[in-house]
């Protein structure tokens, strides 16, 4: 008989937790029932939770690809008229993925258990996010989950299809910079030392060594005595930034400065207005207010700058006011995208035109990131050819000063 892990509330309102002993997930529940206990969580300790000593959880992150195909397997399934409870215990079994295979028969089980589906799945934040939440709420109550459904996958799939690009764009000019540095060390590190007694046995003889030459021995020098200490520096450096940076202040100063880059910058700002606008649209679309769908589309723009102006514009809706003007005082949205907003409020046409928004923006940045790439390839093959020229020449100088004081 497998031990159910759950958590509870006591008939006095404190919190309760532990593990149980029953047959299914719908026996743990009424045997706690029982024992007056409202219950809060409910999981088989056996379900893909790895725990280390010390209550540390590592969950495995779900794909959003299969995600999206299991929302869309939902949708089809209830509009072939399969039950939802039928539906979600099919999704639930033929699911390849075991973890979300789990969070599917859970919520089953909450659906059978009186819950609402939206409901069910706010239980799973780590899984759905609030924008899955509140188009199945929207759909629910609108008499139109299977659309909200598809249209939900639709919108997780060009987010990845989009964040794939920018992966790929990227991973060649990654590879050259880690290909780059580890050959600079290998060359600085191995091979340099191996000329350091010809070198001293110059320096002996009254020949000077040139500047290069020198430099390139501090560094070496530097990197064989304390290559660890400064490896384990710039790990703990890494670690206090990274920090630094989840703070409020260290995000906003994060994003001020990636808004700014040369090069990077535009496709930073760009890609954060296609994230709201896109998820605003699909949330108007799907009948969620107006301010609740600034709220979470605000969240997912991915830039505190932005996030903040968008809050501002849903205190000026609080006060009866338009969409547009305190955007456009932010002065962070496109005058071109302010235009299509302003006229789109005027029309009552705000959800079709932001995702229009959004499709363009994503074709645009799509043609910025190809133009960064075929920037930043030469410019990572110069740089590791500077240093490895700067190697050679360090190493080479003397010998060719040698020569020439021999003739």
């Given at each position: 008989m497998p031990d159910f892990l759950y958590r509870a509330k006591t008939a006095s309102g404190k919190n309760t937790q532990g593990t149980i002993s029953?047959?299914?997930?719908?026996?743990?529940?009424?045997?706690?029932?029982?024992?007056?206990?409202?219950?809060?969580?409910?999981?088989?300790?056996?379900?893909?939770?790895?725990?280390?000593?010390?209550?540390?959880?590592?969950?495995?992150?779900i794909k959003a690809e299969v995600i999206a195909d299991a929302l869309t397997q939902l949708a089809d399934l209830l509009a072939n008229g399969v039950p939802m409870l039928e539906s979600l215990r099919i999704l639930a079994d033929q699911t390849v993925d075991k973890r979300l295979?789990?969070?599917?028969?859970?919520?089953?089980?909450?659906?059978?258990?009186?819950?609402?589906?939206?409901?069910?799945?706010?239980?799973?934040?780590?899984?759905?996010?609030p924008l899955t939440v509140n188009m199945v709420r929207a759909g629910m109550e609108g008499a139109f989950l299977e659309e909200a459904l598809e249209r939900i996958a639709a919108f997780m799939r060009k987010q990845n299809e989009l964040r794939g690009k920018v992966t790929s764009a990227m991973t060649y000019p990654a590879m050259l910079m880690i290909v780059g540095c580890l050959v600079a060390i290998f060359l600085i590190v191995v091979i340099v030392p191996m000329f350091e007694t010809f070198f001293n046995r110059l320096e002996r003889s009254g020949a000077g060594l040139p500047l290069v030459t020198i430099i390139l021995l501090a560094i070496s020098e530097v990197l064989t005595r304390f290559g660890l200490i400064i490896l384990v520096g710039i790990a703990a450096?890494?670690?206090?930034?990274?920090?630094?940076?989840?703070?409020?202040?260290?995000?906003?100063?994060?994003?001020?400065?990636?808004?700014?880059?040369?090069?990077?910058g535009p496709i930073f700002h760009e890609s954060a207005i296609s994230r709201f606008c896109r998820v605003l649209g699909t949330l108007l679309r799907n009948g969620v207010p107006i301010l609740r769908s600034l709220e979470i589309s605000s969240a997912s723009a991915g830039n505190k700058l932005l996030e903040k102006a968008i809050q501002d514009s849903a205190e000026n809706i609080s006060a009866g006011n338009l969409l547009s003007q305190p955007l456009a005082d932010s002065e962070l949205v496109p005058d071109q995208v302010m235009a299509m907003i302003k006229v789109a409020e005027e029309s009552n046409t705000l959800d079709e035109v932001l995702v229009k928004i959004s499709d363009r923006m994503d074709k645009k940045i799509e043609r910025r990131l190809d133009m960064m790439v075929r920037l930043i390839e030469p410019i990572m093959l110069l740089t590791i050819g500077a240093v490895v020229m700067f190697v050679i020449a360090g190493v080479l100088l003397p010998v060719v000063d040698l020569n020439s004081a021999i003739e």
């Open positions: 029953a047959a299914s997930h719908r026996e743990a529940l009424a045997l706690l029932t029982q024992q007056a206990l409202f219950p809060l969580e409910v999981r088989d300790q056996s379900v893909s939770r790895f725990k280390i000593p010390f209550s540390i959880e590592f969950k495995r992150r295979s789990a969070v599917m028969g859970e919520i089953r089980d909450a659906v059978e258990n009186g819950a609402s589906l939206d409901d069910a799945i706010a239980e799973h934040s780590d899984v759905f996010s450096s890494v670690l206090a930034i990274r920090q630094w940076l989840s703070s409020e202040t260290g995000s906003y100063v994060l994003d001020t400065v990636k808004l700014r880059l040369p090069i990077a």
